[in-house]
C-alpha cells in the first residue's frame, strides 16, 4: 500500500475511533478462505491447482495460494520438524533460540516471541510458523496487517507434535512425508510403550526448578512421555499444565524419583533422600525427537534393564 | 535555557529522530531504498518496512511518549507530588487487569483490538474508581484522597494479576509479562489513527489550562481567590491525563520513565511555568520515547529489547545529571 493510503486508513480510524474494530479483523488472513469460496467453486478449483487451506492449532483457517516455497519459522520444534520433512531449503530465517546447526548461517529475526518485524519482512517468506496461544498478540496481528499468512502450533502434548508435522507438511506441499514421519513416530512410541507395559510404573515428578519448585502436571507432553516409558507423574493432578508447589507437597507425595533439566536448580529440600536424574533439554522440544526422547526417558529410569 | 529556544532544539530533535528512525532499522536499507519505498516505489518488502513498519511506529512513539509527559506534568501539579508520573493512580493496573483477563480467558486471537480494548477498560475503570473514592466527601475532590485512593487501587489491581497468573497457563503468564513490559511493536496505521484520535484533542485541551495550573501549582485556596474554577479545572485536568495515558496504555502497554523524568526535567530547564512546562513535555516526552524506541530496536538487532529498559538506562543517569547541575549554584 502508498504512504497515501495508509495515512487515509490512519484518518479514517482518527475519525472514527472504534469503527476500526469492525473493520479490523476482516484484515486477517484468518476470514480469508471465506472471501472467495463461495461464489464460483468450478473456476476456484481449476485456478487454486496448488492452493492449499490449512487449520492451525487456534483453529484458524489459514488460505495459501501455493505451499510455502519461503519459511520463516518462530518456534525451535517447528523448525527440526520442517528438517524432519526435507524442507529445510525453504527456511529463510531462524531465531535467537534455533540450535540445529545447519540454520545457523541463516539471518536471525530475533526472539520466537515479538521477533524483529523488519527482519521478518526482509526475508519475504511467504509463511511465518508462530506459537498459537496467547503468549505473544503483537507478531501476529502485525502480519496480519502485512499480509504475511502465519500459522500458529502448540507444541504441548505428543498430539500436537504430530499435528504440527502434518500441518506444516501440507504447508509445504510434504503431506505425504509428514504422514510417513508421523506414522513412523507413532510406531516407535508404541514399541518403547511396548517394552515397558509390564514393569510396575514408578512415581516420577519432573522439576523444571525455582523455588518454589515448577513441576509439569496433566496434559504435558512430559507426562505423556513418562507414560509411555513405563513411569507416572506424582503430579498428575495438578489443575494446569506447569505449575509452582510447595516443598511440602514433595515431602506428603509418594515420589521415587525426580526429573529435572538442570539439578543445579532444586531446593535441597525438596530432593533430600530422592533419585534424582538430570535430563538437560532432551524433553524440551516437542517435534521429531519425540520417539527419541522416549527412549531416553526410558532408560533412565530403569538403567539396569536393557530393551 | 530560554523556553523558545528549547521548544526550537526538542521540535529539530523530533524531526531528527523520525529522519533518523526511517532511515535507519534493524534491516539494513540504504538511503535510496527508503527514499524509494516513501516514493512508492522499490520492491514490495522495502515498501512495507519503510511505509508500514517504521513510519507508524514512529508516530506511535511521538503520540504515546508526549501523551504520557504530558499526563505526567499535569499530575505533579494537580497532586503537588514530584513522583506523582502517569500511573500513580492504578491505571496501569486496571489496563494490565483487563489485558491479562483477555490474555487469561484465550480471547485475544479472537479480533486483534479485544486487548487494547480491555486495556483502555481497565484503565478507565480504575480512573472512575479513583476519582469515585476522591469525590465521596462532598462535592470536592480532595487530591491526597485522590492519591492514597490511587496508590491502594494500583496495589489490588497488582494483586489482581499476580492472582490470575498464578491460576494460569505458563504461556499466559509469558504473553501477559511481555504485554505489561511495553512495546511499540503493535504499531500500525490502524493504531495510530485511534491513538491520535484520543491524544490530540486531550492534549490540546490540556493545553488551554496551562494558566489555572500555574495558580493551582502555588496552593488551591490561593488559586481559588485569584478566579481560577479550581474544582472545574482539577476534574477536567485530571481527567484528561488519565485519558492520555489510558489510551498509550491501551496501544503501547506500561512504559516507565518517560512521564515522570521528562516534565522534571524540562522543569530544570525552564523553570515551572505550565504554559511552557506542558507544550515543552509533550516535545520531550515524544522525542525521548521516539530515540529510546530506536535504540531499543538497533543495540541487540534483531533481538528488540523492551523499550522501558532503554528509557530507565538513558532517562535515569541523564535526570540525575540535570538534578546534579541544578543544586550547583
Given at each position: ?45 481449476t485456478?487454486t ?24 519459522s ?9 528438517a ?21 548461517v ?5 526472539g520466537?516471541?515479538?521477533?524483529s518485524?523488519e527482519?521478518?519482512?526482509?526475508a ?51 503431506g ?39 513441576v ?17 507423574n ?8 506447569y ?34 536424574v ?20 526410558a ?9 | ?8 532544539a526538542?521540535?529539530?530533535?523530533l ?24 516514493a ?23 503520540l ?49 483490538w ?13 480512573i ?18 485522590l ?14 494479576v ?17 504485554w ?8 500500525s ?10 491524544t490530540?484533542?486531550a ?19 490561593t ?8 474544582e ?52 520531550g516526552?515524544?522525542?525521548f520515547?521516539?530515540l ?22 538513558v ?15
Amino acid at each position: 500500500m502508498t504512504l497515501g493510503s495508509r495515512l487515509r486508513v490512519a484518518l479514517s480510524a482518527l475519525l472514527l475511533p472504534w469503527a476500526v474494530q469492525a473493520c479490523g479483523p476482516a484484515d486477517g488472513s484468518a476470514d480469508r478462505p471465506e472471501d472467495g469460496a463461495a461464489p464460483d467453486t468450478s473456476a476456484a478449483a481449476t485456478s487454486t491447482a496448488g492452493a492449499v487451506t490449512l487449520t492451525d492449532a487456534d483453529g484458524r483457517r489459514v488460505h495459501l495460494a501455493r505451499p510455502a516455497a519461503r519459511v520463516i519459522s518462530l518456534v525451535p520444534s517447528a523448525t527440526q520438524i520442517l528438517a524432519a520433512l526435507g524442507a529445510a531449503g525453504l527456511v529463510v530465517a531462524r531465531t535467537d533460540h534455533d540450535t540445529v546447526s545447519w540454520a545457523q548461517v541463516l539471518p536471525s529475526v530475533g526472539g520466537g516471541l515479538q521477533p524483529s518485524l523488519e527482519a521478518v519482512v526482509a526475508a519475504r517468506p511467504d509463511l511465518v510458523v508462530r506459537f498459537a496461544g496467547p503468549q505473544d498478540t503483537r507478531t501476529p496481528a502485525a502480519l496480519d496487517e502485512l499480509g504475511i499468512p502465519h500459522v500458529g502450533i502448540r507444541p504441548d502434548r505428543i498430539a500436537d507434535a504430530l499435528d504440527a508435522v502434518r500441518l506444516l507438511g501440507e504447508a509445504t506441499g510434504r503431506g505425504a512425508a509428514a504422514d510417513s514421519l508421523v506414522r513412523r513416530l507413532q510406531a516407535e512410541l508404541d514399541s518403547v510403550r511396548a517394552a515397558t507395559a509390564g514393569l510396575p510404573p514408578l512415581r516420577v515428578a519432573y522439576v523444571l526448578g525455582g523455588d518454589p519448585p515448577w513441576v509439569a502436571g496433566p496434559g504435558t507432553y512430559i507426562q505423556e512421555l513418562l507414560e509411555i516409558a513405563g513411569g507416572e507423574n506424582a503430579f498428575a493432578d495438578l489443575g494446569s499444565l506447569y505449575a509452582a508447589v510447595s516443598v511440602e507437597e514433595f515431602l506428603a507425595r509418594d515420589i521415587d524419583l525426580i526429573l529435572t533439566p538442570a539439578a543445579g536448580r532444586l531446593d535441597a529440600r525438596v530432593t533430600a533422600g530422592l533419585r534424582v536424574v538430570e535430563v538437560g533439554d532432551a524433553l524440551e522440544f516437542p517435534g521429531p525427537g519425540v520417539a527419541e526422547a522416549a527412549r531416553t526417558v526410558a532408560a533412565l529410569l530403569r538403567p539396569g534393564e536393557r530393551r | 535555557m530560554s523556553r523558545l529556544g528549547l521548544g526550537a532544539a526538542l521540535l529539530a530533535a523530533l524531526a531528527a529522530a523520525v529522519v533518523l528512525g526511517v532511515r535507519f532499522g534493524p534491516v539494513h536499507l540504504t538511503t535510496g531504498e527508503v527514499l524509494a519505498a516513501l516514493a512508492g516505489g522499490g520492491p514490495e518488502w522495502q515498501r512495507q518496512i519503510v511505509v508500514e513498519l517504521r513510519l507508524p511506529r514512529l508516530l506511535l512513539g511521538a503520540l504515546v511518549g508526549g501523551g504520557l509527559a504530558l499526563a505526567g506534568a499535569t499530575f505533579q501539579a494537580l497532586l503537588r507530588n514530584p513522583l506523582a508520573e502517569p500511573y500513580i493512580l492504578g491505571i496501569s493496573g486496571g489496563a494490565s487487569v483487563g489485558a491479562v483477563l483477555v490474555l487469561a480467558l484465550g480471547l485475544a486471537g479472537a479480533t486483534s483490538w479485544a486487548l487494547p480494548l480491555a486495556a483502555l477498560a481497565g484503565a478507565l475503570l480504575a480512573i472512575a474508581l479513583v476519582f469515585r473514592v476522591a469525590t465521596a466527601s462532598g462535592r470536592n475532590l480532595d487530591v491526597r484522597v485522590l492519591l492514597l485512593a490511587g496508590v491502594v487501587v494500583a496495589a489490588f489491581f497488582s494483586a489482581c494479576v499476580a492472582f490470575i497468573l498464578s491460576v494460569s497457563e505458563a504461556r499466559t503468564v509469558q504473553g501477559a509479562v511481555l504485554w505489561i513490559m511495553g512495546s511499540l511493536a503493535g504499531a500500525s496505521w490502524a493504531s495510530v489513527g485511534v491513538t491520535a484520535g484520543y491524544t490530540l484533542p486531550a492534549a490540546a485541551l490540556l493545553l488551554t489550562l496551562a494558566r489555572p495550573l500555574n495558580l493551582m501549582a502555588i496552593g488551591e485556596e490561593t488559586a481559588h481567590y485569584l478566579g481560577a474554577d479550581v474544582e472545574k479545572v482539577k476534574r477536567t485536568a485530571l481527567a484528561l491525563a488519565a485519558l492520555l495515558t489510558a489510551a498509550g496504555v491501551a496501544v503501547a502497554g506500561v512504559i516507565g520513565f518517560v512521564g515522570l523524568v521528562v516534565p522534571h526535567a524540562i522543569r530544570l530547564l525552564v523553570g515551572s511555568d505550565h504554559r511552557a512546562l506542558l507544550p515543552l513535555s509533550f516535545l520531550g516526552g515524544a522525542t525521548f520515547l521516539v530515540l529510546s524506541d530506536i535504540v531499543a530496536q538497533l543495540v541487540l538487532a534483531p533481538t528488540q529489547v523492551p523499550v522501558g529498559v532503554i528509557t530507565a538506562f538513558v532517562g535515569v543517569p541523564l535526570f540525575l545529571v540535570l538534578l546534579r547541575r541544578s543544586l550547583i549554584p
